[in-house]
Structures are given as C-alpha cells and as structure tokens.
C-alpha cells in the first residue's frame, strides 16, 4: 500500500508571479499536474497534496482529477513541516508514503515505479532519488556509505566548503516506511540556516535509508525561477520529439516544432516547420501537417494536408486539405475529402464529403451537404448583432461568388445560387436563385470628360 504526498504549500518566490509556481505550465499542463502523472504506475490507495499559498487556485486547477486530499499548511515552515501535516490523516497506516516536490515535473512513472520497487525490496525505512551533478549548487548534499546507505542530507547552505564538494544530490524524490517516518517525523528540529523544518533531517535517523541514483538527470529538474521553467519545457520537447520520431512521425526541423504531451500522432505523418500542435489533439497516418500550423484541441484524421492554417476545437476527415491561410474553430467539422482554401474562416460550420469552400468564405452556424461547392467570397451573415442563427445547405448545391446567406436559411440540394446574390429566404431543391439587382446597359454612355458634343448632358436614369 502507498499514500503520496506532493509538497505545493510554497509561493514560489523567485517565479515573481501571483500564480502558485506549482500552477506554472509546462508544454500545456501545469507542473503539479504533471507530478500527478507520473503516479500513472503506482496505484496509490491516498493522494495527499499539501496546499497554502494561493491553496483555492490550486484546488480549483486539481478539481477535475478524482480522489485528491487537500492538506492546508497554513504556514510554510518547511518541507519536514509539510509532511508532518498529513500525519492526522494516516492514523494506523502500515504502507509506504511516497513524497514528492511539487515543483519537479519531469519524473517519469518507470522511475517512481523503480523507487518504490527497491524501497520494497530492500526493506527500507527510506529510499530516495538521488544524482551526482557537475553543478550541485543549490541543491541539498546526500552523503553516503560504499553501499549508498543515507548517513546525512546537508543543504546547500548548511555545508561546510569540504561538503559542498559532494557532488551527489537529493532530488526531492522519498519512498518512506510510514511507521519508522513517525518515529522520528514529528520530532524534526529547525536548527539550520532557515530556521525551517527539513524533511531531509529524518534520514539520518532511519534505518536503512538507501540512496537511488537516477538514469536521466533530467527528469530530477526542480523548477524555482522563470529561467528553470523555459528550460523544463526545453528538455520535455526533446523528450516528446524523440518519442514521436521513434514512432515512425517525420519532424522537418524540429527545433521550430513544438508538441503538447498530450498530442497523439500516428506513423508515417510528416510535420513541416514552425508547426505547433496543443491539447487533446491527434492526427492521422499520411497527414502532412504544415508549415507553419497552429492545431489546438483538434481531431485531424489521416491523409489530410493543413498548411499554413490555424484550427481550435475541430475535426478535420480523412484526405482534406486545408489552406494556406484557413482558419477551423468552434467545432468546425470538415468532411472527407473537402476542400478549405485560402483565407476561409469555418465556426461551428459541419461539411459533408467532398465539399469544397476554396477561397475567402465565412461560414457560422451552417451545415452543408456533400459535394457542395461554396463559390469564392460566399458568407453567412450568421448574426443579427444580438443571436447567431443558422444556414442549412443541401447536397451538390453551389453557391455563386460573393452570394451571401442571411441567416437563418435554408437552401436545398441542387440548387445554383447566382454570383453577388443576397439570398434572405428559404429556397427549395433544384432551382436557380437570382437575387441581386438586374444589369442595366445604356448604350453610347460615356463619362462627361470624353463627351466631345455636349459635356454637360444630362446622364441617363439609373
Ligand atoms: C528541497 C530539498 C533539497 C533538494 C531539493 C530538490 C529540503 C529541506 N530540501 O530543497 O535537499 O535538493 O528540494 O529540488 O527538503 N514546500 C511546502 N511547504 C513548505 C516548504 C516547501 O509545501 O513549508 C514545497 C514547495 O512548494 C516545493 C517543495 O516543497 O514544491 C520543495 O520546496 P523548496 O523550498 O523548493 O525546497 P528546496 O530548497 O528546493
Ligand atoms: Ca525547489
């Protein structure tokens, strides 16, 4: 049996920010909901998270995640004192309590998963993640046996010079025996340099207390400043990138591609630069994504292109192409096979097969059939100034060049809609709709410069 304990009471006072710095996002997600993944291997039977500055934001950013117990600290004297604060919640608990930093995103389940394997395996009262860093400044110093048993965590500040040269680092990572934790826990002193409460005190009383050095640095990266939360996000976009390459996804310069971890793409899809894809997005195989894409929250099925374009919230159907220049929001659903061209704007606009919008549109609120071609500068004048209403439109009809569609309207299946055409009423299956002004022609007209005869004739009626 594990619990967890994941330490966010603090403000985070080098992030200069209102924001508790656990709420700072990471490629999308905030770090603390980060940490929270990556207990994705461990099936905790209690997750505790310690809250107290900004502690409503914080509850609030976590509401939508199940089974979270909010600890107040109401003061932050220290992570040892952040610990102690679950104490009254695990009376008579025998199992493990896993703690971790909140502001340490990068960790990864498999290495939880290991921590809490050979703390179990061991026997021990305590296991921790530890690292040996060129730079270990700053970070609290593990001094160990041969055997990488824990005899001392000394903080950066609290070593002596001789100690600052022990380049091996605690990492914030704990597994502990819950009963030999209180054993010692509730007796931590704040006899150090910040007058605080340490976690890292109770190692030099546990017995065994095991050090773990992790495989990859950088998943140990606490994040304290503006500088360390650019170079967070750095080191998950290689990660991310790396994982989708060895997935069999083409990056065309990956330097200038950025990916959400919550992206989801599909082999053989090529990804042109200056491309971006966020949120809950995937894409299907064969789709060719870019350049310069910004794709948020968005479901792209396969064999598509999308160049140049921009879509939120909506789903793009097998073999379409859209762009350069088109802009997908609202639920824009785009069938298989259709056509978005340059400069077209799709809000809530549902489009059946092998439709084609290909160039300077607004459709708002509309559904079209299939095979509809929607002639260049088409627009739903979708909004009164006070309601948006919409435009239904049947299959195989086209619509004229720069006709517009007064909403709501709705037209019917083979209809062809005259170019320039304001069409305010509903118009039935098969039949031309004209409606526009008809042209007049006055022969012999010219303007009154070129008029040699008589210069100041009257011109004819309009
Ligand atoms: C801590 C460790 C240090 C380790 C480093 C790794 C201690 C004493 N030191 O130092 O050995 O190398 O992490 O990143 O534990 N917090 C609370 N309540 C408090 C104080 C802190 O919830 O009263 C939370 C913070 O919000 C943060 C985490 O605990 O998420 C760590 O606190 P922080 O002050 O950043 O500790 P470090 O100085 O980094
Ligand atoms: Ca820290």
């Known amino acids: 049996m594990v619990a967890v304990a994941i330490l966010a009471a603090g403000r985070g006072t080098r992030m200069k920010s209102d924001l508790p710095k656990v709420l700072h996002s990471v490629g999308g997600k905030s770090m603390v909901e980060r940490v929270l993944d990556g207990l994705a291997a461990i099936q905790p039977e209690r997750i505790f998270v310690i809250v107290g500055f900004g502690q409503e934001k914080v509850q609030a950013a976590l509401a939508h995640i ?39 995103p990068l960790l990864r389940p498999e290495t939880i998963c290991t921590l809490v394997q050979t703390h179990r395996d061991n026997r021990n009262a305590a296991t921790l993640l530890t690292a040996q860093f060129a730079d270990p400044t700053g ?24 100690q600052r040269q022990n380049p091996r680092i605690n990492a914030g990572v704990y597994c502990f025996n819950w009963p030999k934790l209180m054993e ?12 605080e409460y340490y976690l890292t005190d109770v190692m030099k009383d546990l017995s065994p207390a095991m050090a773990v050095d992790v495989a990859d640095c950088q998943e140990i990266f606490g994040i304290n400043s503006r500088q360390q939360l ?45 491309t971006h ?88 609120d509309a559904t079209l059939g299939q095979q509809v071609n929607v002639g260049a500068g088409t627009i739903t004048a979708n909004y009164d100034g006070y309601k948006k209403h919409p435009t239904v439109i049947g299959d195989r ?61 009257e011109l004819p009626p309009s």
């Open 66 to 104: 199940p089974n979270l117990t909010f600890v107040h600290q109401s003061e932050q004297l220290g992570t040892g004192h952040a610990v102690q604060q679950v104490i009254p919640h695990l009376e008579g608990f025998e199992g493990d309590l896993l703690v971790l930093n909140g502001d340490v």
């Open 139 to 162: 970070y609290g110093r593990v001094f160990c046996t041969d055997q990488s048993i824990v005899t001392e965590i000394v903080e950066h500040r609290d070593c002596s010079p001789a």
């Open 184 to 195: 010692v826990l509730p007796h931590l002193q704040s006899d150090n340099d910040q007058q």
């Open 230 to 274: 650019a170079e967070a996000y750095a080191m998950l976009q290689e990660r991310i990138k790396t994982q989708w390459m060895a997935a069999g996804v083409t990056l065309i310069d990956p330097d200038s591609i950025t990916i959400d971890t919550t992206v989801h793409i599909e082999p053989d899809v090529v990804i042109e630069p200056q």
């Open 277 to 364: 894809l966020r949120g809950h997005t995937s894409i299907g195989t064969g789709s060719r994504i870019g350049p310069g894409s910004m794709i948020e929250d968005s479901q792209i099925g396969p064999n598509t292109t999308i160049t140049f374009s921009v879509i939120s919230d909506s789903i793009v159907a097998a073999g379409a192409k859209v762009g350069p220049y088109a802009h997908l929001r609202g639920h824009a659903v785009v069938g298989e096979n259709c056509r978005i061209g340059n400069f077209v704007e799709l809000k809530k606009a549902t489009l059946g097969k092998g439709t084609n919008v290909a160039h300077l549109s607004y459709l708002g």
């Open 397 to 457: 009809t086209k619509t004229g060049s720069n006709s517009v569609l007064v909403a709501p309207i709705t037209v019917g299946a083979d209809v062809t809609i005259a170019a320039g055409s304001v069409v305010r009423k509903d118009v039935p299956d098969d039949c031309l709709v004209v409606s526009r002004a008809p042209q007049k022609i006055h022969e012999g007209w010219k303007p009154a410069h070129l008029r040699e005869a008589n210069p100041s004739a």
